[in-house]
Each structure stands twice: as structure tokens, then as C-alpha cells.
């Protein structure tokens, strides 16, 4: 019959059989599938302690140099419990600022939180080097903008938050709550940090409707964009569907969320924009940032030099803003450049054919396209040379002579004697005008020259082409 033993019960028959017996360690320790040494261990534990001191122990020592002080726990349990949006780079931050040296390292407080159960153990991720960051190298260099929404008052009444931020020292420059994030209200408050902080170099911003028509079905030049150009700020735009190109002020909304609006409701817009602006306050000037090494914004922001000029608004005309500025007209080459006064200057190949307007201004040059600016160069003629550059011939205007209209079909062509001509995707759906000038091609768009290509089409079918003015009536459907 077999009899089950428990472990403490085959230790004591081991220790009793070489007590009893008189047989050797190394043949009891064989007989009971065990280590000689770990016979000599039961052999003086029993002794020291009797039956009892054979059973299992923990292997925890009694005293360990590295142990965190309880009175240090007890702080960071409270301290985790008090705020629950703090993680253990936060909490240590604060423990170095109360204990100095004594404070634990970052992995000590991760097990600690979970030995309290005050986090759960997060799944692998991706190692800190993997992550790819940038950042601009001084501050007003270039600010992140958004909108954030769903945010609520007490009575259910929802809002939307008008953020800036300054990319490299995190300053947090506009935090504007609105009824609703039209044109007018957004632009508002960039006029507000504007006019508190200066102009940027450059914008940052999303493709929305408020801040740019580029995307439009019609492309148009919003508000926004008038902002930016009369005030001398370079916009730019992320790519489509691309929220981590603005990961900095989609932070700012996550961190603004936890710490401020998820943490209390107001009665009404004022009531919560007084508040928003006293946590604000305590962003920039008290709260560490990680990235930057656990310091406030402002010690970055306070380095930079504002620039002291008039803020315009976008309401101005244009016309108004650059008048005394020498200025002329080119057609970007299909290279990408435009010559002024015989040096080129590089503009992009998107813009090859249109039509651009180079303005000369303290001792840059400014190219825009449709009053966007889309590239600025140092002046390389001379000062006395500003004369000859107003008057430089303007963009050659469209030859006279017979013209058809063709509609500018979806993939920013036109159609004549039986061959397309490229456009552009920009007039997609407007009538063209088709010149045939010598071997080339002419196409305008309201009496301006967009596009000139070398004659492609079967010269025996000009003829038929001409003499339809409006191109083939549509063909009806006979029932």
C-alpha cells in the first residue's frame, strides 16, 4: 500500500535515517535523490530548530541596503493616490525635490505602485530609442495649432479649446475656449497671442477648413492664410491624415483634459475660461516637463526675443500691407525657379507654369502664389539695383488670336483636336482657353497665361477643333 509523504515528512525520515543508522551523508543524500549539501542544511535546521525548521522558507533576506524607506512609500502612495494622472517619472520628479539623493530610481517606484496595486503593469512597449522626435532649435520659431472639442459646461453646453503652443520650449501661448470653432473666433484668438507674445516665423497646423483653403474643391485663400501672410508668418501644413506631424499641441489636449477639464464642470464660458487661464499660468511657469528635462516652458520661452512690429489683421488688403514694397510678376519655369535680374531662385516644381509674384522687401525676397507665400530667399542683387528690379518686365501675356474654351476635366487637363493638355489639378471644373501659337500650345484661365506646351495633336484635325469654339455639344440619350 502507498502512502503519500509531505515534504517535511521525507526531510525528517532523511535526517532521522543518518542520525539513527550512522549512514553517511553522500548515501543517504543518493538514497533520497538530493545534494549532500542540502542534507547538511536539514541536518542544521533540525537541530537548531526541530521538526518545524524543515519546512519551506522564503528566500526574501532578512535586511536589504536598497530597500526603499517606508516613510518614502508612504509619501509616494499618497502622493499617487492624491493625484492618479502622475506616472513614476512624475512622481520621482516631485521625491528628488523632497529627498534629494534618498529618492528612488523610476523602475523602484513602477513596483512599488504595483505592490500597492495603484498601476497596472503595462504591456511591453517600444524602446525608448525607437521613438523619433524633433523639435526646433529656439523658441518662436514655430508655433503648433489646433482645435480640441467636446468640452462641456454644467448645463451640457458643449465648447471648443483654440490651442497654440510654441514647439521648442512648450510654452503654451493660446488656450481660447469658443461656442464654436468657425473661421472668425479661431483667428480671434491667434490675434490675441499675436498680439501678447509677437508673430512666429512659422504656423503648424492641420488641414481644416479653418485654417486653410489649399484643400478645397475650389482652392481659396481663408482668413487664416491672410493672417499669416500680412504679418510675414510662413504656414505650414501637415499631410493629410498625419495627427503625430503635431504631437505637441495634441499633448497639450490630452494633458489639458486629465488635468483640467475632466476635473471639474463651470455654469458658464467665462467661469471656465478664467479657470483655464489660472492652469495655464501653472503650466508654463510650474509644471515640469519631461522632454525638457523636468523644467517649466518658461525657462526656454524667457530666452526668446519678440519681435516688435504692428499686427495686422487679415481683413486688410493685401495691396494695403505690401505697397511700398518693389514687387513685378513671374512664371515658374519647369524647373521649379524664377529669374530676377539674372539670378534664379528655387520655388518648387509644383508651381511649374503658374504664376507667382516676387516681392523685394529688407533684403529678402518674398514669392507668393494666389497672396499665400510659399518661399522666401536672401536678396542677392544689390541694393541700388531695386530701381531695375520694379522695372522688370512683367509675365508675357496670352498671344492674340483665335481662342476655344474647354472645360478643365477632373484630372486637370483639357481636351483639343483629340490630345489633353495639362492644366492643373487647381482648375479642375473652370473653362480654359486654347490658343495655337506657331508649334505651341497656350492655355489661359480668365485672360492669364497658365500653361504653355509644345503642339502634340494631329495638325489635319486643328481645323475641326477651331470651328468648335465650345468644343462637341453633349450627346443626348435617344429613348
Not at 140 to 148: G, R
Not at 296 to 325: C, H, K, Q, W, Y
Not at 430 to 443: E, F, N, P, S
Request: hydrophobic share 35%; with cysteine.
Amino acid at each position: 500500500m502507498l502512502i503519500e509523504l509531505t515534504m517535511v515528512e521525507q526531510r525528517y525520515l532523511a535526517v532521522r535515517e543518518v542520525l539513527d543508522t550512522g549512514a553517511t551523508i553522500t548515501q543517504v543524500a543518493a538514497q533520497y535523490g538530493v545534494d549532500r549539501r542540502t542534507l547538511h542544511r536539514w541536518l542544521t535546521r533540525y537541530a537548531n530548530g526541530g521538526l518545524e525548521a524543515l519546512a519551506n522558507r522564503s528566500s526574501r533576506p532578512d535586511s536589504s541596503p536598497n530597500q526603499m524607506d517606508p516613510k518614502i512609500e508612504a509619501r509616494l502612495v499618497m502622493m499617487r493616490r492624491q493625484h492618479s494622472g502622475w506616472g513614476p517619472r512624475t512622481l520621482r520628479t516631485k521625491l528628488v525635490n523632497e529627498y534629494a539623493e534618498r529618492a528612488p530610481s523610476r523602475s523602484a517606484i513602477y513596483r512599488a505602485l504595483v505592490r500597492h496595486q495603484l498601476i497596472v503593469p503595462a504591456p511591453r512597449r517600444r524602446r525608448v530609442q525607437d521613438y523619433k522626435r524633433w523639435e526646433r532649435s529656439r523658441s518662436m520659431e514655430l508655433w503648433q495649432m489646433d482645435v480640441v472639442g467636446r468640452i462641456y459646461l454644467s448645463d451640457g453646453t458643449q465648447l471648443s479649446c483654440v490651442t497654440d503652443i510654441d514647439d521648442h520650449s512648450r510654452y503654451c501661448v493660446s488656450a481660447q475656449l469658443v461656442l464654436r470653432a468657425t473661421a472668425r473666433p479661431v483667428c480671434d484668438a491667434l490675434l490675441l497671442a499675436l498680439q501678447r507674445y509677437g508673430p512666429p516665423e512659422e504656423i503648424l497646423t492641420d488641414n481644416g477648413k479653418v485654417f486653410t483653403g489649399k484643400r478645397a474643391p475650389k482652392p481659396a485663400t481663408v482668413l487664416f492664410d491672410r493672417i499669416c501672410l500680412n504679418n510675414a508668418i510662413k504656414h505650414r501644413l501637415t499631410a493629410p491624415f498625419s495627427p503625430t506631424t503635431t504631437g505637441k499641441v495634441e499633448r497639450l489636449h490630452r494633458t489639458m483634459r486629465r488635468e483640467f477639464f475632466d476635473e471639474a464642470r463651470f455654469a458658464t464660458i467665462e467661469e471656465t475660461q478664467a479657470a483655464l487661464d489660472a492652469w495655464v499660468v501653472l503650466y508654463n511657469t510650474q509644471r515640469e516637463h519631461q522632454s525638457l528635462g523636468d523644467v517649466v516652458p518658461m525657462r526656454r520661452f524667457e530666452l526668446a526675443r519678440a519681435r516688435d512690429v504692428d499686427i495686422i489683421d487679415g481683413d486688410v488688403e493685401l495691396e494695403s500691407v505690401i505697397a511700398t514694397r518693389k514687387s513685378l510678376t513671374r512664371v515658374v519655369d519647369d524647373k521649379g525657379r524664377v529669374s530676377v535680374l539674372t539670378f534664379r531662385y528655387h520655388v518648387g516644381r509644383a508651381y511649374s507654369g503658374e504664376r507667382v509674384q516676387v516681392t523685394s522687401d529688407d533684403g529678402l525676397l518674398y514669392v507668393h502664389h494666389r497672396e499665400v507665400l510659399i518661399a522666401t530667399h536672401a536678396r542677392r542683387h544689390l541694393v541700388d539695383e531695386d530701381v531695375a528690379f520694379s522695372a522688370q518686365p512683367r509675365a508675357k501675356a496670352p498671344t492674340k488670336g483665335d481662342e476655344v474654351i474647354r472645360k478643365v476635366d477632373p484630372t486637370g487637363a483639357v481636351s483639343f483636336a483629340g490630345t489633353n493638355y495639362r492644366v492643373g489639378n487647381a482648375y479642375r471644373g473652370r473653362l480654359a482657353g486654347v490658343r495655337i501659337v506657331g508649334d505651341t500650345v497656350q492655355i489661359t484661365v480668365d485672360d492669364v497665361l497658365i500653361r504653355t506646351h509644345q503642339s502634340r495633336h494631329d495638325k489635319s484635325k486643328e481645323y475641326s477643333a477651331l470651328a468648335q469654339p465650345n468644343g462637341k455639344p453633349r450627346r443626348k440619350d435617344v429613348a
